[in-house]
């Protein structure tokens, strides 16, 4: 059963093709690693999933529906949840709050609403910091508060992109044992550059060059791909 597909989704940005006539279909359950060099087009292509930008062309489907011309609040209604790469926590309200505004998308009562908040935060390991102001955490825990801020949402799709940029080794391999730990209940599209969590959290591997879709399988199938080796792997 297919969660998410696009088909031929195009973004052109003034004279440049980010996202080129991407077909692509994300089966539920799977947690799929998106890779790529820099400038690949992966961040627009999660946009343009999320609706946070137009595509200039292309469809996307979501559990069977068109949401092509939806709006990113209603896909978020729908089940999408995202992290960006640039953090986007509100820096003056503590990490407490931060979570409890993306909770209260679901849940209702001050009690509910922080017992989905800490469930959330000790996800994460941030349980410790939850009174403190986001903006004095370090740059990886503001990146662990955002993906707080998306599994307190229950989503049925969590794209995170970059989401191990900042964070020290072992909170890296948290980060892998939390992703494995999501397989029963969250379908993931995972942008990451760190190989080691690509190879082992996920099922499969789309890699985008040039905003085109180069190469898609297994990671062994894609650490084994001479023309990914040339294009990404070689050069990391
Ligand atoms: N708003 C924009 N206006 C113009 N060009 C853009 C815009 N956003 C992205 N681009 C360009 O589109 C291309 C793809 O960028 P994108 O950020 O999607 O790549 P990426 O694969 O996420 O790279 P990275 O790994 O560095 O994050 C790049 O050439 C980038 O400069
Ligand atoms: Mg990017």
């Given at each position: ?37 820099n400038g690949a087009g992966k961040t627009t292509f999660v946009s343009l999933l ?143 550059h760190n190989m080691s969590v690509v190879m082992e959290t996920a099922d499969r ?21 001479a023309r990914v080796q040339a294009a990404y792997l070689g050069t990391g």
């Open positions: 059963m297919t969660l998410l597909s696009t088909r031929a989704m195009t973004k052109n940005f003034a004279g440049l093709t980010a996202v080129n006539a991407v077909d692509f279909d994300l089966p539920k359950g799977e947690i799929r690693a998106l890779i790529g060099p999320c609706g946070r930008i137009e595509p200039t062309s292309g469809t996307v489907e979501f559990d069977g529906a068109d949401i092509s011309h939806l709006p990113a609040h209603k896909r978020i209604n729908l089940g999408m949840a995202y992290t960006f790469q640039i953090t986007s926590v509100f820096a003056r309200l503590s990490v407490f709050e931060n979570v409890a505004l993306a909770a209260r998308k679901r849940v209702h009562g001050t009690a509910q609403v922080a017992q989905a908040v800490h469930a959330a935060l000790d996800q994460v390991d941030l349980n410790d910091r939850a009174e403190q102001i986001a903006g004095d955490l370090s740059y990886g825990h503001q990146r662990l508060l955002e993906i707080a801020m998306g599994l307190v949402q229950r989503p049925r799709l969590l794209i995170l992109d970059e989401p191990t940029q900042g964070l020290t080794d072992s909170e890296i391999d948290a980060f892998k044992a939390l992703v494995r730990g999501l397989k029963d209940t969250t379908t993931i599209l995972l942008i990451e591997i789309t890699v985008l060059n040039f905003g085109e879709i180069l190469a898609e399988g297994t990671p062994t199938e894609i650490h084994a791909d």
